[in-house]
């Protein structure tokens, strides 16, 4: 069974820098897109960044040239580089995948991290 499990959150000052993790465990052949989202109080849940099987990229206009999305499909990880941290990047910070191909399974869609907390104090 495929698990999203993400690290990397904490709590830090503005302007300061964090990397978020997210490794996809099971019997894993490949993944399409694996994205970051956030979800701050009382808001909806938005697409901060994407990157897809062929490394293109897309990201919100709340964190261009700020933050960075890599992967490294060896190790079925995505990252989130955070630079220049602001209070209103506060927010709980999900991983999602929406295709996996797997062993067993065959493919299986959308799953998602149980999420990671990101504080920033200003």
């Known amino acids: 069974q495929v698990q999203l499990v993400e690290s990397g959150g904490g709590l830090v000052q503005a302007g300061e820098s964090l990397r978020l993790s997210c490794v996809a465990s099971?019997?894993?052949?490949?993944?399409?897109?694996m994205a970051w989202f956030r979800q701050a109080p009382g808001r909806q849940r938005e697409l901060v960044a994407r990157?897809?099987?062929?490394?293109?990229?897309y990201y919100a206009d709340s964190v261009k040239g700020r933050f960075t999305i890599s992967r490294d499909d060896d190790k079925n990880t995505v990252y989130l580089q955070m630079y220049s941290l602001k209070p209103q990047d506060t927010a709980v910070y999900y991983c999602h995948v929406d295709r996996i191909s797997t062993v067993y399974q065959g493919i299986v869609y959308d799953y998602w991290g149980q999420g990671t907390q990101v504080t920033v104090s200003s």
């Open positions: 990157i897809g099987s062929g490394g293109n990229t």
């Open positions: 099971g019997s894993i052949y490949s993944i399409n897109d």
